[in-house]
T-cell receptor, first 115, second 115 residues
Framework: DTGVSQNPRHKITKRGQNVTFRCDPISEHNRLYWYRQTLGQGPEFLTYFQNEAQLEKSRLLSDRFSAERPKGSFSTLEIQRTEQGDSAMYLC?????????????FGPGTRLLVL | AQSVAQPEDQVNVAEGNPLTVKCTYSVSGNPYLFWYVQYPNRGLQFLLK??????LVKGSYGFEAEFNKSQTSFHLKKPSALVSDSALYFCAVRERNTGFQKLVFGTGTRLLVSP
């Protein structure tokens, strides 16, 4: 049973650089979510996909952030011109929607540090 | 707007004693409620959820939670704590029938179980 995987697990970058994270969901899960978690806080929703369609975006997702899920399988989250405030854990979750019941299963996260 | 409150930053309990981690929520309609656990440098691990029906929900590792609609609470419980239960616990809510799929999390409660 392979769960949600995320790469890289850690990323250190300098302010102004671009970074890209990858999420591989559980096989056959049709929804994929991105959340951001800062120290001492719970995860905050960023965006989600149903198959390849991006259906909802948070106001937290500034124009420097872009997410894709081109074939409805893996997803990438890119941050352009990183800022120190982008330092956080980026979590990916996937789910299989069956009627009204849905459980999101999370990956281990990518910890980003912007210097 | 949906919100979750976890009033205790930390809960301390001795091994073998019962534990309770508190959660209250606010939604405009009926909720789906979830508990997740996070170990250091790991993603969130699903414990249990309330969808409908019986107010007492049983989950993984001996945990259970009681949904109380009048008190808008969903407290997490376990009859006998283990040292290995020490972790960060998050309560989350999602509204039904709104089209919003995101989970809204509380700020987390650190559980410390002493030997």
């Amino acid at each position: 049973d392979t769960g949600v995987s995320q790469n890289p697990r850690h990323k250190i970058t300098k302010r102004g650089q671009n970074v890209t994270f990858r999420c591989d969901p559980i096989s056959e899960h049709n929804r994929l979510y991105w959340y951001r978690q800062t120290l001492g806080q719970g995860p905050e929703f960023l965006t989600y996909f149903q198959n390849e369609a991006q259906l909802e975006k948070s106001r937290l997702l500034s124009d420097r952030f872009s997410a894709e899920r081109p074939k409805g399988s893996f997803s990438t989250l890119e941050i352009q011109r990183t800022e120190q405030g982008d330092s956080a854990m980026y979590l990916c979750a996937s789910s299989l929607v069956q009627g009204s019941s849905e459980t999101q299963y999370f990956g281990p996260g990518t910890r980003l540090l912007v210097l | 707007a949906q919100s979750v409150a976890q009033p205790e930053d930390q809960v301390n309990v001795a091994e073998g004693n019962p534990l309770t981690v508190k959660c209250t929520y606010s939604v405009s309609g009926n909720p789906y409620l979830f508990w997740y656990v996070q170990y250091p440098n790991r993603g969130l691990q699903f414990l249990l959820k309330y969808i409908t029906g019986d107010n007492l929900v049983k989950g993984s590792y001996g945990f259970e939670a009681e949904f109380n609609k009048s008190q808008t609470s969903f407290h997490l419980k376990k009859p006998s704590a283990l040292v290995s239960d020490s972790a960060l616990y998050f309560c989350a809510v999602r509204e039904r029938n709104t089209g919003f799929q995101k989970l809204v999390f509380g700020t987390g409660t650190r559980l410390l179980v002493s030997p």
